[in-house]
Antibody, heavy 121, light 107 residues
């Protein structure tokens, strides 16, 4: 089955760190750019960042609100992408989705179910 | 960054109604505009990509149009399963910004 499955969501204190995983199956993961998108409760979708494939030198990009604090990586041998979140703030509380980007027009055709991150003291 | 706006922010409609949602980009994005549907507690689902291409498996009552800065999502005859929130998204340049969403609920 073609799918993405996020894991690693938890409750963490402000200033803490957390690493989310995004496990892929059923498609050629190594060739697919992977993005992270988050959604605070009752709010809209916010693009967090992305990592390109090996062919594009694993280039990364981040949204302004997380740049310098979050890092995206991938292990193609494990078909898994990661979102390392440091210096967490209460406003980072959200459901985090990973999603696959297509090669043309760059839309997101496959989404995981999401994992909840709660930043609270 | 490219800013995306949507209107209306919410609407109430009946089954069988024709529904139109508009999306505007703060600068030209050619046809790099996508539409997603999201139901409560679920991940977003791709409906339309490249402004007007219907994703496989999506009913033909969904139609996208536009280019440049102005885009439209039309649902020709609203069905019970279409009550949801709809988001536009530009994929022209990162950050791939989303619109604020349009919630479609039952009149």
């Amino acid at each position: 089955e073609v799918q993405l499955v996020e894991s690693g969501g938890d409750v963490v204190q402000p200033g803490g760190s957390l690493r989310l995983s995004c496990a892929a199956s059923g498609f050629t993961f190594s060739g697919s750019p992977i993005h992270w998108v988050r959604q605070a409760s009752g709010k809209g979708l916010e693009w967090v960042g992305r990592i390109r494939s090996k062919d594009d030198s694993y280039a990364t990009g981040y949204g302004a609100s997380v740049k310098g604090r979050f890092t995206i990586s991938r292990d193609d041998s494990k078909n898994t992408a990661y979102l390392q979140m440091n210096s967490l703030k209460t406003e980072d509380t959200a459901v985090y989705y990973c999603t696959r980007q297509t090669s043309s027009y760059w839309y997101f055709d496959l989404w995981g179910r999401g994992t909840l991150v709660t930043v609270s003291s | 960054d490219i800013q995306m706006t949507q209107s209306p922010s919410s609407l109430s409609a009946s089954v069988g109604d024709r529904v139109t949602i508009t999306c505007r980009a703060s600068q030209t994005i050619s046809s790099y505009l996508n539409w997603y549907q999201q139901k409560p507690g679920k991940a977003p689902k791709l409906l339309i990509y490249a402004a007007s291409s219907l994703q496989s498996g999506v009913p033909s009552r969904f139609r996208g149009s536009g280019s440049g800065t102005d885009f439209t999502l039309t649902i020709s005859s609203l069905q019970p399963e279409d009550f949801a929130t709809y988001y536009c998204q530009q994929s022209y340049i990162t950050p791939f910004t989303f619109g604020p969403g349009t919630k479609v609920d039952i009149k």
